[in-house]
């Protein structure tokens, strides 16, 4: 099977689209035949420049943490599902024993938790290996590119923003970033939860996207009195909820942005990660922060559920070839894109 493979660190160019073989499924494994795999910064080009901060990249590796597919094989022991059988592979592999698991947390809490594609070989192949308690089911209305998207942008922030902040229809929110991934999930999920969304992105292409995607008010980051703008149109008091994955240039005044008692949920710092914050706001004002790291199964289970019933169509930027996949990562590098970036695998290629 063809495969996209690097053996060591680097920029795009490590990325080898070779001739690999087929793996067999284990016990409790199923082989899944890939048609769509997502592009992801910190789980694909992250591991690949200088490896995830989860310790060694197994090499030669095969990245791509969030492919959908149909079921080719079922390993021993799999019961549940059949070779033909529609499927997403959710990434986050928990170890069921640490004490999180034990007590029931969402898999994304496990404190030894592995993540599909980075500390396992993954998606950007014709074929992948996934143990069956990772697969999420796909009705035959959900494309194998909408649950792709799915799998790790929406997923996380729906997580953040239903689990954590808890949004309402009663909320204003702030989506900072509105162009990136997660910043695109969360406008459509801030607008399918009933919020009013004020989105923040940077260029006029993106702000004219990000108003026919729902927004009900669009500004720009690149002007420097956005915060205050923000404001204004809460007539004053501030945004309710607040999303911010852009970290260090722009959460100290998307805290500002708050209202008394206003939540933020972030899992991410794009410009930088560290933020200088007065506590004395915080306190005050009774805010919350809330920072979470992907989602759970049940997150994109219920993701799926919403593209089904029609009531969600995932963004997606682009779509490149399997064997384009670094000119894919550099796209996303780029910045210079509006929701995902999605790998398609033809059974042929
Ligand atoms: N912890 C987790 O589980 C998890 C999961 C997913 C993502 N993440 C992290 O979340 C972040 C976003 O991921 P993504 O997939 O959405 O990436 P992406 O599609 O590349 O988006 C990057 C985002 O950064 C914004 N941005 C860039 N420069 C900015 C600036 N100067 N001021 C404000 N915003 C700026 C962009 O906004 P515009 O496009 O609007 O200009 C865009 O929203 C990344 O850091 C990623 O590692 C974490
Ligand atoms: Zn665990």
Redesign the pocket.
Known sequence: MKAIIFDRHGDSDVLGYRDVERPSPGAGEVLVAVRAVSV???PDV?TRQRGFSMGAVEMPHIGGVDPAGEIAEVGPGVTGWRPGDRVAVYPVIACGVCEFCRDGFPE?YCSNSRLYGVQTQGGRAQFAVAPASQLVPLPDNVSYEAAAALG??YT??WHGMNQRARLTANDTLLV??????????AVQLGKLVGARVLA????EW?QQR?RELGADEVFS?RDPDWAGKVRAATGGRGVTAAFD???S??LPSSVDCLARAGRLFC?????GFEVMLDVRQLYRNLISLYF????SKADMAELVGFVADGKLDPVVDSRYPLRAAAEADDK??S?D????IVLTVEGSE
């Open positions: 992801n910064h910190g992250e994304n790790v942008a996380t922030t900072m970033g509105a162009g990136g991934g997660c910043g695109v999930a923040v992105t940077g260029s993106k990000v980051y994955n852009a970290g240039e722009t899992s991410g710092g794009t410009t979470y790291v992907q989602g996303l590098s910045q894109h509006f929701g995902r």
